[in-house]
Nanobody, 117 residues
Framework: QVQLTESGGGLVQPGGSLTLSCAASGFIASPNVMGWYRQEPGKERDMVALITSGDTTTYSDSVKGRFAISQDKAQQTTTLQMNNLKPEDTAVYYC???????????WGQGTQVTVSS
């Protein structure tokens, strides 16, 4: 069973930066997609950034050019570097891993990111 643990959330001023990290325990089968989603109260969970086991990345339009996703496949970790943060980036951020052939999807517990002056 795969378990995901996020870290790195917190309070930051507009224009600031934060780095979120996600570590997976248990074996993750390839091919897979690791990614970050976010959710505001009362709203749906939205995709922020994805990275495949082949290192292809995808970003939502709202974060393109400001956020960067990376992974360490050997360590089974993914990192989301968030720059030029805006108040509208405030949300709970969730790490996700999807195993494509086994149709399994795992989620972390979430970490709060608050952008405010």
């Amino acid at each position: 069973q795969v378990q995901l643990t996020e870290s790195g959330g917190g309070l930051v001023q507009p224009g600031g930066s934060l780095t979120l990290s996600c570590a997976a325990s248990g074996f993750i089968a390839s091919p897979n997609v690791m990614g970050w989603y976010r959710q505001e109260p009362g709203k749906e969970r939205d995709m922020v950034a994805l990275i495949t086991s082949g290192d292809t990345t995808t970003y939502s339009d709202s974060v393109k050019g400001r956020f960067a996703i990376s992974q360490d496949k050997a360590q089974q970790t993914t990192t989301l570097q968030m720059n030029n943060l805006k108040p509208e980036d405030t949300a709970v951020y969730y790490c996700s891993v999807r195993e494509l052939l086994r149709y399994k999807n795992y989620w972390g517990q979430g970490t709060q990111v608050t952008v405010s002056s």
